[in-house]
């Protein structure tokens, strides 16, 4: 009886949550991807030494609390949930698996961010060797893991509200996805014999798996966030001689996003209702490098946080340079944007012309 009164209550919440982002006209939000989406699921991996939970990292957030993201501030996954209407972004789903049913329910109706930072579409990506001292650790969690992480959340709903209802509010839920940066990096690096037609081959079937295993799940509205002009961050800067951007590598972004963009038209003629948007993260940072002053930027080259030539021979930590004009720099460390190089990216997913983000953008498709 009492198990039976509970599930009466968790329907009741269910129902009411629902009808108040209808009326306001907020989709739920779930985040997937790599430290441009991560909002903290790191600082639950004592292992990982991909993490951001110390200064100066968060010195821009409140209190100067650094709070696991690769920012000094918020980041684009913040500014989309702003966008939509929301307090602050969804929290990540590792700090959810105490709360009871009742709280976890709650908030996977309003969403739950799953990114974690140094993650990749491969399940090796951002991984510790086995023979390192933290091998034995989990350093990411990787895309393939973070959908069944999703996939327990909607299994917490269907539980809640039913499969019929369940279904009903993740075709209507927003799936933004920022990842595959990890990978081309680990492959550059990797100086590996696979040509670039097989690699990207291969990177492509598993993330086109990924995403039919969400859609399988029920998602249906995607925000897909591809790679941006990867080597002209300031750690792959810092390889040529004069500063400028290791052109291979942008080759390579632009090849992902090709590779994504087919993918995406291929796989909406498969699912019924699928709808996406897809954002050119290369075609959004080339721009703002190639024009900084229209957007406020004076420094598009070097980190506002580290050490060295660029601020860029080490990562952002408590001894590192800090610059004081922080809004000014397009680069807040090695690879990641500053707070406000992040909202302009949220501001221009969500509102931006086709040139940068098609065949609708962010704020379309969440009206859709």
């Known amino acids: 009886m009492a198990e039976t009164s509970f599930a009466i209550l968790l329907l009741s919440l269910a129902t009411i949550i629902l009808n108040v982002n209808a009326d ?70 590792l700090s959810t698996v105490n709360y009871s049913r009742y709280s976890l329910t709650r908030q996977a109706l309003k969403g739950i961010n799953f990114a974690s930072g ?73 100086n590996n014999n696979l040509s670039k037609e097989r690699f990207f081959a291969s990177l492509g079937f598993a993330y086109e798996n990924q995403l039919k295993a969400l859609l399988e799940l029920g998602a249906r509205k995607f925000g897909i966030i591809s790679v941006p002009s990867i080597g002209c961050c300031p750690s792959q800067r810092l390889n040529s001689p004069n500063g400028g951007c290791l052109e291979e590598l942008n080759d390579h972004a632009r090849a992902f996003h090709t590779k994504i963009e087919r993918i995406l038209y291929r796989l909406s003629e498969e699912y019924q209702g699928m709808k996406y948007s897809l954002g050119n993260a290369f075609e959004m940072t080339i721009n703002v490098i190639d024009n900084p002053l229209p957007y406020n930027f004076t420094n598009v080259k070097t980190a506002c946080c580290g050490v060295g030539r660029l601020n860029a021979e080490s990562n952002c930590n408590p001894n590192a340079n800090l610059c004081s004009s922080r809004n000014n720099y397009l680069f807040w460390d090695l690879f990641h944007p500053t707070e406000a190089a992040a909202q302009l990216a949220a501001v221009t997913l969500f509102r931006g012309p086709t040139r940068f983000v098609a065949p609708i953008n962010f704020s379309q498709l969440a009206q859709a």
């Open 118 to 190: 140094g993650s990749g579409i491969f399940r090796l990506t951002g991984q510790l060797p086995s023979d390192s001292p933290n091998g034995r650790k989990q350093n990411v969690i990787p895309m393939a893991e973070q959908i069944a992480q999703f996939e327990s959340i909607r299994s917490s709903l269907m539980a809640a509200m039913g499969p019929l209802p369940t279904l009903r509010f993740l075709s209507k839920s927003l799936f933004f996805i920022s990842i595959g940066s990890n990978d081309i990096f680990e492959y550059y690096r990797s």
């Open 24 to 93: 306001a006209g907020r989709p739920a939000v779930f985040i997937l991807g790599d430290s441009t989406a991560d909002v903290g699921t790191n600082n639950f991996l004592p292992g990982s030494q991909a993490r951001a939970d110390f200064p100066f990292n968060g010195v821009d957030f409140a209190f100067s609390i650094p709070t696991g993201r690769f920012s000094n501030g918020l980041n684009s996954a913040d500014f989309l949930a702003k966008l939509l209407g929301y307090e602050k972004s969804p929290p990540p789903y």
